[in-house]
C-alpha cells in the first residue's frame, strides 16, 4: 500500500507491505543504512529513530503506522559538514568502538536531551536503558552524553568533520601536498 | 524477525474500529502502539490476517483528573503517564509503574491500553490498576459497559476484552497514597515481581490497603492477607509492616524460570510488598 | 620540532567519522543489483533423526528461487565437506561437520535446508513452509553424564568424549603430602553467549565470466576465512576474495569459518547472482559460537603461610556437538596458565573434550584464559579463608616476583616480564583498601555486607609463536610511500572496533615523519592486503603492529641509502631523527620521508643496485607471547533482602606494556571489565534436558544495560616487553580476564558471615539471597 513519509526533512511516498519494518523501509527502499538492527526482541536498540520528534525502536513499528509522520535517522541528526554535539562528544570521549549500536544510541541520547537537558550521570545511563552496548562497558557514552548537555545547554556551535580531524604535531614546513603530481618542494628535493 | 503477511487498515473512529473488527472477527487485531504484538508477530508467535490501527483516533489519549477521578485514555502512551504531575500526584503507583516500565523507547510508542489489553503476566499495570480498584470502559457493537479491575484481568494473556470490543478508558479514584515496587528482569525489563500498594491511611496508621502483585504467578493477583493485615500498621514501623506482608503470595502458585524459581519470588513478593508500603506512605 | 607527539597521545579516532554519522558500510549496507536472500530451516530439537523434509509447498511460490537440503549438497551436488578445525592434537576426535545436516540434527538450531527467495521476507515465509519431519533422540547435555557413556551425540564415535589432554608438572604428591591444608572445589564457569551487537551477516557473489568469489562476512578472519573457504568449497584460493567491510563487534566469535559462510558462497556460484544471508538475534543466540562452559574440580595444596605448594585440576571442557574453528584448542590454554601469576611450581592436570548436544564453544574474548584466571583468583581468596588470612597477603606470598623475569613456568611458558606486586600496591593504595576493610566491619555490624574483591591476573596473549598456534602465529604490514608523499599502509589485522586505523596511523606518522591526515590504513581485504593472520587473541598491535614497525624499518633503510647518495654521503652517517633523515650531529641537513619517497618514484636518482619505489611488506613471526598484567580491585554490596548486588567501586590497574593511545587503550578495558563483570552477574546459556535453549533472546539473556555497570576508575603501570619491536603487550582482553574473578571475589567475600565459600556464576540474586537464609556470624570472619 501507497505510504506518505516525511524522513530527514523530505517528503517520500512509498509502495510497501502492511508488514514492511519501518527500519528495513527506511535502509531497503531509502538506503538510509545508519538505521542498524541488532536484534529480533526490540532490546537493543540499534534501529532507533525520531518519530516525530520523540525515539522509538523502527523495528517495532511497521512503515504503514508511520504514514503521515516525520522521522529522523542518523543521517538526518548530522553530518560530515555539521555533526550534531552529541555526534561530536562520542567521537571525542571515544563513546563508539566497533560503531554498530552508537548511530541508535547517538540518537537515543539526542532524546534524552530533549526531556532532560541537564542529566546527572545516574539519568544517563537510566535514559539509556533501550539501547545496548556489548564494546564500550558505557563508561566513555556516558562521558560523551554528559559533554554533549554541556555543549548543547551552552550554544556550542556546530562543528565539522574537517574541523575536528586529528591535529596534526607541528611541523617546520608544510607537507608535501597531495594536489599537485609533481610538488615544488619535491622537484627542489630533486635537483 | 519477519512478522507473516496482514492487512492494514486505519480507523478514524471507535465506531469505525468496532465495525472493521465486526467485519473481519477472530483474525483482526487492534494495533495501538504495537509494543505487545508486534514482537509476537516478528516471531511468529502471532499472526493475525488483519490489523486495525487505532492509533490515530481522535480523543483517546490523555490524562483527566477531575472531583477526585482520574480518567486516562486508552492511547496514552507511557511516555505522557512518566512525564505526568498531575499523575505523580494522584497516582504515584501508576506513575512509578509508567516510569519503570520497558525502555524510554518502549515507553514513547506502547499505550496503557494496549499493555493492559495484553494481559502479560509479567505486565506492570495490571497489579497498578487493580491496586487502585481501576473501572475499564469497553466500547462494543451495542454501547460500552465498564468492568472492574478485578473482572477485566482473566489470567495469563487474558482479558474480559470481547473480540469486537475496544477499550477506550481507564478511570480510578485518586490515590495519593500509593505506590509500585518492582523486581526487574535483567534482561526484559518485565517485573520478576511488581507490587502495587494504595493506602488509605487513617492518621499516622494505615486506615485500608490495596496491594496487587504481578510476576508471581500466572496473573496478577490481590494480596488479601496482606491488605487485612496492614490495617492499623504505622507504615514506618519496619518491623511491622515486614510482618503484615509476610506471604503476600500465599496460595498462589509461582512460575519459574531461568532467573528466578517459583520460591524466591514469593519471597520477594514480601519484600517489594513491604517497601511498595513504605513508599506509599512517604509524601512524594 | 620533533615528529614525536602522536605515539602516546589521546587522539580522537580517524575511524569515527563515517561510524558516528551512519555513513559505515556493514555487510548489511552492501548494496549489489539483483541480490537474492537466503533463509534457514534449523532444528528445534536437540537431537533427532531427520526422517522427511517436504518443500513442496514452495514449488509454485514465483517469489522462491532455490531450495537445498543436506541430502542434495551431498549427494545431488557432491559437496561433501567437513566445516574446518584448526588443531595439533594426535588423538582428537572429529566427526563430520557437514553444512547443511545430514540424517541427523544435533543441536538447536542446526541448519537443515536452506532457501533463496527474491526477498529476506519472501525467504522467511519460504522457510516457514518448509515441512521437516524428526524423530527425536536421547539428547546429552550433562558433560559428566556425557563423558560417562551413552547416548552419544555421534553414534559412529562410541563415545562422547573428544579427547584428553593430561599435564604433569613437579611433584604434586608431594606437595599434598607435605601440604598443611587442602581445599577441594569445583568451580563452574559458565556457558556465556559474545552477543556482537551486529550478528553473523554476509553476502557473496559469482562472477562467473572471472570465475571469481567475493565474499563480504563480517568476520575477524578475511584471509583464513578464504583459505578455508578454498579447501571446503575447492576452488583455488586465489579465485576467493573476502572482505571484512565494518565489523560491529567480534569477541572471537567471527573468528571462525560458520557453515553458513560456506553455503552462502556456493549458492551464489550455483545461482550466479548475489546471496546474502543476515542471521536473527534468534539464530544468532543458537548458531553463532559460546565461550567458556567448563567444569573445573580444584585441589589446592598449601601451607599454613598461605604459600600454595601444589595444584590438582581436572577439567570437563563443552566442546558442544560439533567442532569449530579452535573448538578444542581453547581449554588447552586455560591448563597452560592454570598458575596464574604465581609461583606454582607443582601441577596436574587433564582436560576432558566433550562433546553434547549443544552449539560448539569456542574463542570468546579471553578464550580458555580467563577460565584459568577464574579458578586461580578463587583458589586464592578460598586458602586466604580458610587460613584466617587477607587475600592480598596470600598473594603477595605466592607472586612471582620482579626480578624474577624472564620466568619459566611449570606449564612451559616464559613470561616476558612483569611486576605483579606494584600494580596491586598502586590499586590497594587507590582504593584504600585498609580503609575498605574497616568500613566492612562496621557495615557488617549493621546487617549490611559489603564485599571486597581482588583479582590479580595475568594473561598470555599477543598469539603467538607459530610454533605454538594452531595455525600462523605471524602477521604483516605493508607500506606504500606514494610518489606525492602520502603513505598508504596495508595492515594483515583486521580490526572491528580496536582502532588501529588510528593507533597504526600514528605510528607511522611518528617514525616516517608525515602528518597522520597523510596516512591511510588499510585493512580487511583479501584483495588489497598481503595475507594476514586477523584480530583476535589481543595480537592487533602486539603482532601487526610490531610488523608495522619492521615495515618501517625496512623504509627508513632504503630511504637513508636514498638521501646518502643524493648528498653523496656514507649512509652510515645517516639516521632517522624526529621522523626525518639527517647526517648525524648536523640536524641542518634533512630529507623528508616524502621527498625520498619521490625521488624513488621518479628513479633516476638512486644508488646503483637500488630498486626503485619506497614501499616495504614485512611479517613479524613472534619469538614468544606477551604477557600483560595487572590488578582489579572491585567493591559491592549486597542486598540482604533480595540478593542483588550493586558494584559501589571498581578499580583496574593494567599494565599491557607501552601505550599507544590512551583513550583506546581505556576503551579496551572498560569494554573489558563490563563483559567480564556480566559473566560474573548476569549471563548464562541455558539449555534443558533434552537441548532446547531456555535462554534464546535479549528477553532472557542478560547483557549489561548502562545502569547494570558502574563506573571504572582506571590507572595503569607500563613494563615494556622486548618481544617485540613496540614494547606492547595487548589489551584486548584484560579487562575481561581480571574482571570476572574481581567480581565473584567480592561478592563471595561479602557473604563470608554467612559461611560462603564459593558460589558458582552468575552470581544471580536468587542463589546469594538463598546462601543468606544462613544465620550471619558477627563481624569480620578475618
Known amino acids: 500500500m501507497q505510504i506518505d513519509l516525511t524522513v530527514n526533512g523530505k517528503r517520500t511516498s512509498l509502495d510497501v507491505e502492511p508488514r514492511l519494518l519501518l527500519a528495513h523501509a527506511l535502509r531497503d527502499y531509502l538506503n538510509l543504512t545508519g538505521t542498524h538492527i541488532g536484534c529480533d526482541t526490540s532490546s537493543c536498540g540499534a534501529c532507533t529513530v525520531l518519530l516525530d520528534g520523540v525515539s522509538v525502536k523502527s523495528c517495532t513499528v511497521f512503515a504503514v503506522q508511520a504514514s503521515g509522520h516525520e522521522v529522523t535517522t542518523i543521517e538526518g541528526i548530522g553530518n560530515a559538514d555539521s555533526l550534531h554535539p552529541m555526534q561530536e562528544a562520542f567521537w571525542s570521549a571515544h563513546g563508539l568502538q566497533c560503531g554498530y549500536c552508537t548511530t541508535g544510541m547517538i540518537v537515543s541520547a539526542v532524546d534524552l536531551l530533549r526531556r532532560n537537558p541537564d542529566p546527572s550521570d545516574d539519568e544517563i545511563r537510566a535514559g539509556l536503558e533501550g539501547n545496548l552496548c556489548r564494546c564500550t562497558g558505557y563508561e566513555n557514552i556516558v562521558k560523551a552524553v554528559r559533554a554533549a548537555g554541556k555543549a548543547m545547554r551552552d550554544g556550542e556551535p556546530r562543528h565539522s568533520v574537517a574541523d575536528l580531524m586529528p591535529i596534526h604535531p607541528p611541523v617546520e614546513e608544510p607537507p608535501p601536498s597531495g594536489e599537485a603530481i609533481i610538488p615544488e618542494q619535491l622537484q627542489e628535493a630533486k635537483a | ?284 | 620540532m620533533a615528529f614525536t607527539t602522536m605515539v602516546g597521545a589521546r587522539i580522537r579516532r580517524r575511524e569515527d567519522p563515517r561510524l558516528i554519522t551512519g555513513r559505515a558500510t556493514y555487510v548489511d549496507d552492501v548494496r549489489q543489483v539483483g541480490t537474492v536472500y537466503a533463509a534457514f530451516v534449523r532444528s528445534p530439537y536437540g537431537h533427532a533423526k531427520l526422517t522427511g523434509i517436504d518443500s513442496s509447498a514452495l514449488k509454485d511460490d514465483p517469489h522462491v528461487i532455490a531450495v537445498y537440503t543436506g541430502e542434495d549438497l551431498h549427494h545431488a551436488h557432491g559437496l561433501k565437506s567437513s566445516l574446518p578445525v584448526a588443531h595439533k592434537m594426535a588423538d582428537l576426535k572429529t566427526p563430520p561437520h557437514y553444512i547443511l545436516a545430514l540424517d541427523e540434527v544435533r543441536f538447536v538450531g542446526e541448519p537443515i535446508a536452506v532457501v533463496v527467495a527474491d526477498s529476506p521476507y519472501t525467504a522467511r515465509d519460504a522457510a516457514e513452509n518448509i515441512v521437516v519431519e524428526y524423530d527425536e533422540l536421547p539428547a546429552v547435555i550433562d558433560m559428566e553424564k556425557a563423558a560417562a557413556g551413552p547416548p552419544f551425540v555421534h553414534e559412529s564415535l562410541g563415545t562422547n568424549v573428544a579427547y584428553t589432554f593430561p599435564f604433569a608438572a613437579g611433584d604434586v604428591g608431594k606437595a599434598f603430602a607435605e601440604a598443611d591444608v587442602t581445599i577441594k572445589q569445583r568451580i563452574v564457569n559458565q556457558r556465556v553467549a559474545p552477543v556482537p551487537i551486529e550478528p553473523r551477516s554476509m553476502v557473496a557473489n559469482y562472477d562467473a565470466g572471472m570465475q571469481q568469489l567475493t565474499i563480504y562476512s563480517a568476520t575477524q578472519i578475511p584471509h583464513l576465512l578464504r583459505t578455508q573457504l578454498a579447501v571446503v568449497l575447492g576452488l583455488p584460493e586465489n579465485k576467493i576474495r573476502a572482505i571484512a567491510p565494518e565489523v560491529g563487534g567480534g569477541f572471537g566469535a567471527k573468528l571462525n569459518v560458520y557453515a553458513e559462510e560456506a553455503l552462502i558462497c556456493w549458492l551464489a556460484m550455483q545461482l550466479e547472482r548475489p546471496v546474502k544471508y543476515i542471521e536473527t538475534r534468534s539464530e544468532c543466540f543458537q548458531a553463532m559460537i559460546h565461550g567458556r562452559d567448563q567444569i573445573d574440580d580444584l585441589e589446592i595444596a598449601a601451607k599454613n603461610d598461605g604459600t600454595i605448594t601444589g595444584l590438582k585440576l581436572k577439567i570437563h571442557a563443552n566442546m558442544g556437538a560439533y567442532h569449530q574453528l579452535l573448538t578444542p584448542v581453547i581449554p588447552t590454554l586455560t591448563v597452560l596458565m592454570a598458575h596464574g601469576c604465581y609461583k606454582f611450581e607443582n601441577i596436574e592436570a587433564e582436560v576432558v573434550g566433550v562433546f553434547t548436544n549443544t552449539m560448539s564453544t569456542d574463542a570468546y574474548r579471553g578464550a580458555g584464559r580467563p577460565e584459568a584466571t577464574f579458578f586461580v583468583e578463587r583458589a586464592i581468596d578460598m586458602v586466604a579463608q580458610r587460613l584466617k588470612l587477607d587475600p592480598v597477603e596470600v598473594r603477595r606470598r605466592n607472586f612471582i616476583s620482579a626480578s624474577a623475569f624472564p620466568h619459566t613456568t611449570a606449564t612451559g611458558l616464559t613470561y616476558d616480564s612483569g611486576n605483579y606486586e606494584t600494580t596491586m600496591d598502586k590499586a590497594l593504595a587507590a582504593i584504600d583498601y585498609a580503609g575498605l576493610r574497616k568500613q566492612q566491619e562496621e557495615l557488617r555490624k549493621q546487617g549490611r555486607y559489603l564485599g571486597i574483591g581482588v583479582s590479580t591476573y595475568v594473561e598470555v596473549c599477543g598469539m603467538g609463536p607459530s610454533a605454538a598456534m594452531p595455525a600462523a602465529g605471524w602477521d604483516s604490514a605493508t607500506i606504500r610511500v606514494e610518489p606525492t608523499g602520502s603513505i598508504t599502509v596495508m595492515t594483515g589485522v583486521s580490526p572491528h572496533g580496536q582502532g588501529e586505523e588510528t593507533t597504526f596511523a600514528q605510528i607511522v606518522a611518528d617514525e616516517l615523519g608525515v602528518p597522520i591526515d597523510q596516512v591511510t590504513v588499510v585493512h580487511g581485504d583479501t584483495d588489497k592486503v598481503q595475507y594476514g593472520v586477523g584480530t583476535f587473541g589481543s595480537r592487533g598491535t602486539a603482532v601487526g603492529g610490531a610488523a608495522l614497525k619492521l615495515a618501517i624499518e625496512t623504509i627508513q633503510a632504503k630511504a637513508v641509502k636514498i638521501a646518502a647518495h643524493q648528498w653523496e654521503a656514507n649512509p652510515d652517517d645517516l639516521e632517522y631523527r624526529d621522523g626525518k633523515i639527517t647526517v648525524k650531529g648536523d640536524p641542518s641537513k634533512s630529507m623528508t620521508t616524502a621527498e625520498a619517497g619521490f625521488l624513488a618514484f621518479m628513479g633516476d636518482k638512486l644508488p646503483p643496485g637500488l630498486e626503485p619505489g619506497l614501499d616495504a611488506t614485512r611479517r613479524f613471526e613472534p619469538p614468544n607471547f606477551v604477557f600483560p598484567f595487572g590488578t582489579h580491585v572491585c567493591v559491592v554490596e549486597v542486598d540482604a533482602q533480595t540478593g542483588e548486588v550493586k558494584v559501589v567501586r571498581y578499580l583496574a590497574v593494567d599494565d599491557c606494556g607501552r601505550l599507544l593511545n590512551p583513550m583506546i587503550v581505556e576503551g579496551q578495558v572498560h569494554g573489558g571489565i563490563a563483559q567480564g563483570l556480566a559473566q560474573a552477574l548476569f549471563e548464562e546459556v541455558v539449555y534443558d534436558e533434552r537441548g532446547q535453549l531456555l535462554t534464546g533472546t535479549l528477553m532472557d539473556y542478560a547483557i549489561p544495560h548502562a545502569e547494570q555497570v558502574p563506573s571504572y576508575e582506571l590507572d595503569h603501570t607500563v613494563t615494556p616487553t622486548t618481544v617485540n619491536p613496540l614494547g606492547v603487550k595487548g589489551v584486548g582482553e584484560a579487562g575481561t580476564i581480571g574482571s570476572t574473578p574481581a567480581i565473584a571475589n567480592a561478592v563471595i567475600d561479602a557473604l563470608a558471615p554467612f559461611g560462603v565459600v564459593h558460589i558458582d556464576m552468575p552470581l544471580r540474586p536468587e542463589k546469594l539471597w538463598a546462601a543468606m537464609q544462613a544465620k550471619p556470624t558477627n563481624g569480620s570472619v578475618r
Not at chain 2, 482473566?154 to 475496544?166: I, K, N, Q, Y
Not at chain 2, 535483567?186 to 486506615?207: C, E, N, R
Request: with cysteine; hydrophobic share 45%.
Open chain 2, 1 to 284: 524477525m519477519i512478522p507473516a503477511s496482514f492487512d492494514y487498515v486505519r480507523a478514524g473512529s471507535v465506531d469505525e474500529a468496532i465495525r472493521l473488527l465486526e467485519e473481519h472477527g477472530d483474525e483482526a487485531k487492534l494495533l495501538a502502539g504495537g509494543h505487545s504484538l508486534i514482537p509476537m508477530m516478528k516471531l511468529r508467535l502471532a499472526a493475525p490476517s488483519v490489523l486495525i490501527d487505532i492509533a490515530e483516533i481522535p480523543q483517546l489519549a490523555g490524562i483527566d483528573v477531575s472531583g477526585g477521578r482520574v480518567t486516562i485514555g486508552a492511547l496514552t502512551k507511557h511516555a505522557a503517564l512518566a512525564a505526568s504531575d498531575e499523575l505523580k500526584k494522584n497516582a504515584p503507583a501508576l506513575w512509578d509503574a509508567a516510569n519503570d516500565l520497558g525502555d524510554p523507547q518502549v515507553r514513547n510508542r506502547g499505550t496503557i491500553g494496549g499493555a493492559s489489553a495484553h494481559g502479560d503476566p509479567s505486565a506492570d499495570y495490571p497489579a497498578v490498576l487493580q491496586a487502585l480498584d481501576a473501572t475499564f470502559t469497553l466500547a462494543g457493537k451495542g454501547g460500552t459497559r465498564e468492568l472492574t479491575s478485578g473482572h477485566f484481568f482473566r489470567g495469563m494473556f487474558d482479558t474480559a476484552l470481547g473480540p469486537d470490543e475496544v477499550l477506550t478508558r481507564i478511570a480510578f479514584d485518586a490515590a495519593p497514597n500509593s505506590a509500585y515496587a518492582k523486581f526487574h528482569h535483567p534482561a526484559s525489563h518485565y517485573a520478576v515481581v511488581g507490587v502495587a500498594v494504595v493506602l488509605k491511611m487513617d492518621g499516622g496508621t494505615i486506615g485500608s490497603a490495596r496491594v496487587a502483585v504481578t510476576g508471581v504467578g500466572d496473573a496478577a493477583f490481590r494480596a488479601g492477607a496482606v491488605e487485612s493485615a496492614l490495617k492499623g500498621v504505622n507504615p514506618t514501623d519496619a518491623a511491622a509492616v515486614t510482618a503484615a506482608c509476610a506471604s503476600a503470595a500465599r496460595g498462589v502458585t509461582g512460575r519459574s524460570d531461568t532467573f528466578a524459581s517459583a520460591a524466591y519470588r514469593a519471597a520477594m513478593a514480601d519484600v517489594f510488598t513491604a517497601r511498595a508500603v513504605a513508599k506509599a506512605a512517604t509524601k512524594r
